[in-house]
């Protein structure tokens, strides 16, 4: 990884193109409302996904995806939820993912899928 190139960016573009080889339309990227930002969204099989990517240059200091906590998660419910309002999808089915990315050696994805259950907003 040369220098100046922000993990972040870096790691959401490999988990898009993974997610589209796994079968995921990817609707948009870093979409933002009041409450925060959701990385990905996505359809898969009849489903809209929230997409959250986490990406480390190690597995020194823990999974990627243990970042996603209890608070992240609500905030990702929050996301979610304006999501739908504002496009006004509807009954459509939702489910959250998680993409923990280590970029070490060897590229590692991980695809957690349905990574929590929301709880009623």
Known sequence: MGKGVKLG?????????FLKRKGYKILERNY????????????????????????????AFGHPAE??????????????????????LGEIPVRFDVVALSLGEDREFDLIQDAFSPEPL
């Open 32 to 59: 933002r409302c009041p409450f925060g930002e959701v990385d990905i969204v996505a359809l898969h099989r009849g489903t809209l996904v929230f997409v959250e990517v986490k990406t480390r240059k190690s597995l």
């Open 9 to 17: 960016p870096l790691g959401e573009e490999l988990a898009a193109r």
């Open 67 to 88: 970042a996603v906590d209890l608070r992240k998660q609500r905030r990702l419910q929050r996301i979610a939820s304006c999501y739908l309002g504002q496009r006004r």
